[in-house]
C-alpha cells in the first residue's frame, strides 16, 4: 500500500517542540513503512505569514535529520485548486455569501437558546444571519467570505460522513468528540449523525475576504492534490478533522474519485510544566533556541519520547 504523510506548518513563527514531535513522528512512519514524507507550506494568510520564517523552518528540520522532495508546496500559489473545489460547492448551492465580523457573531450568541452549544470545531457556531431563503445563483462571488450552508449540504442525505483513524489512536482525546454520536470501533471509523454536523458545528468559513480560502477547504484540496493517505498530527486538529471530512465529502458527491480520504492518526500534544499545549508565542522552546543552547537532534528527540 503507498503510504504519503505530511507535515505543514505555517510560517509565522518558529517551531517548537511540539512541532518537532509531530514532524518527526510522520517522517519516522513514513520510513518505516517505505513511504514518501511531505512537507508543505500552509502560508494562505500572507499578512502574517514571513520568508524568514520559512527559511528557519527548512533548517530546522534539516538540522532534526528530516529531509522532503521538493520542491514545496506553497497554498499562496495554489489558489486555482481552491478556486476549482469552491465552484463545485457554489454550483451545488452550497454556499453564500456573509458579512458578519467576529463581533457580530459573538453579540448574536449574547443570548443562546438555553442548552444549545456555543462553540464548535471551528469557534463560535455562526448563528445564520446571512444565510439567504433562496440559494445564490449567478457566478461565484469574488473577494468575499463565504460560508457552507451545512442543512443545505446535508438534505436528502442518508449516509453520514466518517474518518477512519490510524490502527491504535485513542478517539478519547477530544471532549468535543467525547459527547459526539458513537465511535463505531468494530470497523475501525469515526461517524457523525447528520443532526450532530448540523447542531455542533453549524455553518463554517470555506473562504475568506482577501484570502482566497479558508484552512479547512485548502487542507482537503491540498492532501487531495498531493495523494496524501495517511495525516498524522496532534490532538488539538481533531476536532477540525470533522470539518475537512465533510468537506471532502461533499466534493466526493460531487465528483467521482475526487477525494480519497486519508486515514487520520491524531497523536498527544507537548505540553510544559503546567501541563499548557506550547504555542509558538513560547519561544523559549523554539527548536532554534535549543539549537543556540548546545542541543543535538538525540537531545530533541528525548525531549519529546522519540529517542
Known amino acids: 500500500m503507498t503510504f504519503i504523510t505530511r507535515f505543514a506548518p505555517s510560517p509565522t513563527g518558529p517551531l517548537h517542540l511540539g512541532h518537532a514531535y509531530s ?52 497554498q499562496s ?16 448551492g452550497l454556499l453564500y455569501k456573509c458579512s458578519c465580523s467576529r463581533r457580530d457573531i459573538k453579540d448574536a450568541q449574547s443570548a443562546p437558546q438555553e442548552g444549545a452549544p456555543q462553540f464548535g470545531p471551528d469557534g463560535l457556531i455562526y448563528p445564520g444571519t446571512c444565510r439567504p431563503q433562496t440559494r445564490p445563483s449567478g457566478p461565484r462571488p469574488q473577494n468575499v467570505t463565504l460560508r457552507l450552508d451545512v442543512s443545505q449540504a446535508i438534505a436528502g442525505h442518508d449516509l ?28 475501525g471509523q469515526y461517524e457523525f449523525t447528520l443532526e450532530f454536523i448540523l447542531k455542533q458545528i453549524g455553518d463554517f468559513v470555506v473562504s475568506r475576504q482577501n484570502m482566497g480560502a479558508s484552512y479547512h477547504l485548502a487542507v482537503v484540496v491540498d492532501d487531495q492534490e498531493q495523494g496524501v493517505t495517511h495525516v498524522i498530527r496532534g490532538a488539538d486538529l ?17 465528483i467521482d ?5 486519508p486515514q487520520y492518526h491524531h497523536h498527544g500534544l507537548i505540553r510544559d510544566d503546567q501541563g499548557k499545549r506550547l504555542a ?7 527548536i532554534s533556541k535549543y539549537r543556540q543552547d548546545g542541543a543535538s537532534p538525540a537531545d530533541i528527540r528525548n525531549l519529546v519520547g522519540l529517542d
Open 257 to 261: 474519485q475526487y477525494w480519497s480520504q
Open 160 to 187: 453520514c460522513p466518517h474518518f477512519t483513524p490510524r490502527a491504535g489512536e485513542n478517539l478519547g482525546v477530544s471532549s468535543f468528540v467525547e459527547t459526539g454520536p458513537h465511535a463505531n470501533t468494530a470497523i
Open 23 to 74: 514532524a518527526l513522528l510522520a517522517h519516522d512512519t513514513a520510513m518505516a513503512e517505505g513511504g514518501t514524507f511531505l512537507l508543505r507550506m500552509d502560508d494562505l494568510d500572507q499578512s502574517r505569514a514571513r520568508s524568514t520564517w520559512e527559511a528557519q523552518i527548512y533548517e530546522d528540520l534539516h538540522w532534526l535529520g528530516i529531509s522532503w522532495p521538493t520542491p514545496v508546496r506553497k
Open 238 to 254: 481533531l476536532e477540525a478533522t470533522i470539518i475537512q471530512t465533510l468537506i471532502g465529502w461533499l466534493l466526493h458527491d460531487e
Open 280 to 286: 509558538k508565542r513560547d519561544d523559549a522552546r523554539a
Open 77 to 92: 500559489g495554489c489558489q486555482a485548486d481552491y478556486d476549482q473545489a469552491l465552484d463545485v460547492l457554489w454550483r451545488k
